[in-house]
């Protein structure tokens, strides 16, 4: 499934936090989303998952407009915010019961097993959420986004904060979880974006400043690594 937006604008009182952003993704690639701090990278993902209203612009799920389309495409999106917010009094079991109720899951008892094995989270799923540690956490915020199995997974900076070993564990289990995914994923780590990502979308004070394929990266940038293309991209 594609993401495409076309001509994006948001303020925040005087504010413009999107500037009339476009672009269309490809289908069943991870798409690193990258920017500085305050580029609007949560305001997207905010708007497309319908956190945020359209101001003015438009987007579409594989053509199918949020706008027209209010549930169909929300059905079709799993997404893990920054913050990660969870119930921290339940447990891991629960949340996913209880979020599998929210989707209408036919058979809700397989699917939050079938998700506690995909995201590993066996061992914990009879914690409460407050005991585990930050990694696992993260798990269950996938595990979350996953469970009605989306086409299109936004991840709002899942790595942040985590040690390097659970990093790469989070990292291997985004892999995991994108097979026949459009995953649209923010993050500040590089290297993050050098193994992961299929397509680059660079955006800069609510402006993209550029959009590429990694496998023509070193066309485009000859002998550049990532974070060199961040900073060329980005630093005023
Ligand atoms: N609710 C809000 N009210 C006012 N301003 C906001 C609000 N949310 C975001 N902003 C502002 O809009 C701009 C874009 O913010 P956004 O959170 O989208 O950036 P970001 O790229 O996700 O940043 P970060 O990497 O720090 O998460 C920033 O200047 C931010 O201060």
């Given at each position: ?43 997207t993902?905010k708007i497309l998952?319908?956190?945020i209203?359209i ?182």
């Open positions: 499934m594609s993401i495409e937006v076309r001509e994006l604008t948001k303020s925040y009182n005087q504010q413009k936090a999107l500037d009339a952003i476009s672009f269309t993704t490809g289908s069943n690639h991870i798409i690193g989303f990258l920017g500085p701090n305050g580029a609007g990278k949560s305001t993902m998952t319908g956190i209203p101001e003015q612009g438009s987007c579409s799920i594989n053509g199918l407009d949020i706008q027209e389309n209010p549930l169909s495409t929300k059905r079709s999106i799993g997404y893990l915010p920054e913050s990660n917010p969870l119930y921290s009094d339940m447990y891991v079991q629960e949340i996913l019961h209880f979020e599998a109720r929210l989707h209408n899951l036919p058979n809700s008892t397989q699917r939050v097993q079938e998700v506690i094995a995909m995201t590993g989270l066996q061992a914990e799923q009879h914690k409460r959420i407050a005991q585990l540690s930050k990694g696992f956490k993260q798990r269950v915020g996938l595990a979350l986004a996953i469970i009605h199995d989306p086409e299109v997974l936004i991840l709002d900076e899942p790595t942040t904060g985590l040690d390097p070993n659970q990093i790469i564990e989070i990292r291997t289990l985004i892999q995991q979880l994108s097979t026949n995914k459009t995953v649209f994923l923010s993050t500040h780590i590089m290297q993050e974006v050098e193994v992961l990502c299929q397509e680059i979308i660079i955006i800069h004070k609510g402006q993209i400043k550029d959009h590429f394929l990694s496998v023509d990266r070193e066309d485009k940038y000859p002998g550049l690594h990532m974070e060199d293309i961040f900073v060329k991209l980005t630093n005023p």
